[in-house]
């Protein structure tokens, strides 16, 4: 018969690592569709799996969980303070436990005062932006922030200061130990990159893949959510993408990408149709989480593109 310690042990052991976070575009949803299009000459050998845009890393998770032979992965974003919680969770997730206990334990004793829950919330915020604690707090407080804040929204003003306000869950999760122990054994054989998904070009081997979630276009003017760090993420900068992925296709590493349809709101709006003409465009059908409006929060299809089987001719833009 098992033991209280060792059921606990087989528990965390066979747990299953998830996103930590609540994320725009988090792409749970998406994963089976994703999964049709991974190439299995690629997966079913010894391959390197590269993510320029991890955000909370729901498709780099599932890769890890379901391709235990992966000989490398490689993950990268622009925000700096996302990648060191990735970096705080891979080296010191024991201690990272400790303070998000503190925290949890600090907040949960408030239910039911507002004001004080406001207060405790407000404050924390303040010091998650004054950026003067050690690594491992402001890790702390970025998870404690995503889970307790309205609808999980990372956004940040000009001068990178969060500005999310306290959302309304009564007794919200801030410290899933049993996660964060099954994702600190999985990254140990990732590489944490923080920067411009360009500079993931020179982590490449042989067999690579790259799975691309940019930030979306938006959809319309004011339908959309699309800033994740203080850098606007606009048409430039989807050309630029596409450049990049074209040099990939080059190169002869597969990508796989997707964006919003923004044919599927607009039927002229041919942005995406004309920037990858080259390229295997299919549609597919997603709900979106992260919008205030439950009205809008409806199905729509986004895109999935990518370069397998691809007619290999380009168009410069
Ligand atoms: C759509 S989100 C990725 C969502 C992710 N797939 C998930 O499941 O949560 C886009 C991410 O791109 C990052 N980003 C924006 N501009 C970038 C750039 N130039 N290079 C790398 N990452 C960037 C943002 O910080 C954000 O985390």
């Not at 207060?119 to 003067?132: D, T, V």
């Not at 929204?153 to 099954?182: H, Q, W």
């Not at 050309?239 to 039927?267: A, M, P, Y």
């Not at 409006?293 to 299809?301: F, H, P, Q, S, V």
Request: glycine fraction near 4%; charge should be neutral.
């Amino acid at each position: 018969m098992l033991h209280d310690k060792e059921i606990k042990l087989k528990i965390a052991t066979n747990h299953t690592a998830r996103p930590f976070l609540k994320w725009a575009g988090g792409k749970t949803q998406l994963i089976s569709d994703i999964e049709r299009s991974f190439p299995p000459n690629l997966t079913q050998t010894n391959f390197t799996y590269i993510e320029p845009f991890v955000g909370s890393g729901a498709v780099l998770f599932w890769v890890l969980n379901n391709f235990p032979k992966l000989e490398k992965a490689v993950i990268n974003d622009i925000n700096e303070d996302l990648i060191n919680t990735y970096n705080i969770i891979t080296s010191r997730p024991k201690e990272l436990i400790s303070i998000l206990e503190i925290l949890q334990n600090e907040f949960h004793a408030l239910e039911g005062n507002e004001d004080n829950k406001k207060l405790y919330y407000y404050e924390k915020r303040q010091l998650y932006n004054s950026r003067k604690e050690e690594q491992i707090e402001q890790a702390a407080l970025f998870i404690f922030l995503n889970r307790t804040c309205f609808n999980g929204l990372y956004r940040v003003n000009r001068k990178n200061e969060y500005n999310v306000p306290m959302g309304s869950y009564k007794r919200p999760t801030i410290c899933d130990k049993e996660n964060i122990f099954a994702i600190s054994k999985l990254l140990q054989k990732v590489e944490i990159l923080c920067g411009d998904f360009e500079q993931t070009l020179s982590y490449t081997d042989k067999n690579s893949l790259f799975y691309f979630d940019p930030p979306y276009k938006p959809l319309n003017e004011t339908s959309s959510f699309n800033s994740y760090s203080k850098d606007k993420f606009n048409d430039s900068e989807q050309i630029r993408l596409r450049n990049f992925c074209s040099k990939l296709d080059i190169l002869n590493h597969t990508w796989i990408l997707s964006n919003s349809d923004v044919k599927g709101q607009n039927e002229t709006n041919n942005f995406f149709d004309d920037l990858y003409s080259s390229f295997n465009i299919q549609r597919v059908e997603a709900r979106r989480n992260i919008n205030s409006n439950a009205d809008k929060r409806g199905l729509l299809t986004e895109l999935l593109i990518t370069n397998q089987l691809s007619n290999r001719k380009y168009i410069k833009v």
